[in-house]
């Protein structure tokens, strides 16, 4: 199992209450279920937000497929204002 940061953007920063924190886990998936448990606002603010594990863009992946390396860094964007 792999430990990750989490580094969290803007309205998830604002959700999580900390710019970044560390967990445990195999995949972003679970990850996403850590990170949101027993966050409602954190969860509602993921579930629109997209994701770069070690600056590198998920996109549409499927984050079960998503494995994250030890020391991996995964940061939450929420989608931003303006243009």
Same mark, same amino acid.
């Given at each position: 199992?792999?430990?990750?940061?989490?580094?969290?953007?803007?309205?998830?920063?604002?959700?999580?209450?900390?710019? %970044? %924190?560390?967990? %445990?886990? %195999?995949?972003?998936?679970?990850?996403?279920?850590?990170?949101?448990?027993?966050?409602?606002?954190?969860?509602?603010?993921?579930?629109?937000?997209?994701?770069?594990?070690?600056?590198?863009?998920?996109?549409?992946?499927?984050?079960?497929?998503?494995?994250?390396?030890?020391?991996?860094?995964?940061?939450?964007?929420?989608?931003?204002?303006?243009?």
């Amino acid at each position: 199992m792999a430990t990750a940061k989490v580094r969290y953007w803007a309205a998830a920063k604002d959700a999580a209450g900390t710019s %970044e %924190e560390d967990f %445990e886990a %195999e995949t972003l998936a679970e990850l996403m279920t850590k990170i949101t448990l027993d966050r409602a606002e954190l969860a509602r603010v993921v579930s629109r937000s997209s994701f770069l594990v070690d600056g590198n863009p998920v996109g549409k992946r499927d984050h079960n497929g998503v494995i994250l390396a030890d020391g991996a860094t995964v940061e939450v964007l929420p989608p931003f204002a303006g243009g």
